[in-house]
């Protein structure tokens, strides 16, 4: 199997990965970045609101980008994201 980099892996919408590693990055990771980015954030005053929104825009990306990679090693469309 070829690696791919980091970058890749959050950023672009093509090529596949296994099960293994879209649970450690599409769900476990992008978890821990979640819970770590809150805590920064409500102890350095944010409010929950602002917090939930600034978390949530920071993280749609690569998550997007990780479950569409998924997709396609299912043989289906990126384009299902949109029906989620």
């Known amino acids: 199997m ?7 892996l959050l950023f672009s919408f093509e090529g596949r990965i296994p099960r293994r590693t879209w649970w450690l990055w599409g769900v476990t990771a992008m978890i821990g970045l979640g819970i770590y980015c809150t805590v920064l954030l409500r102890v350095a005053g944010v409010g929950a609101v602002r917090t939930e929104l600034l978390v949530n825009l920071l993280l749609l990306w690569p998550t997007l980008a990780v479950t569409a990679k998924r ?3 299912r043989s289906r469309s990126g384009a ?3 029906v989620l």
Do not use: G, Y
């Not at 070829?2 to 890749?8: D, H, K, N």
């Open 71 to 73: 997709w396609h090693d």
């Open 2 to 8: 070829q690696t791919r980099s980091l970058p890749w």
């Open 80 to 82: 299902w994201l949109l």
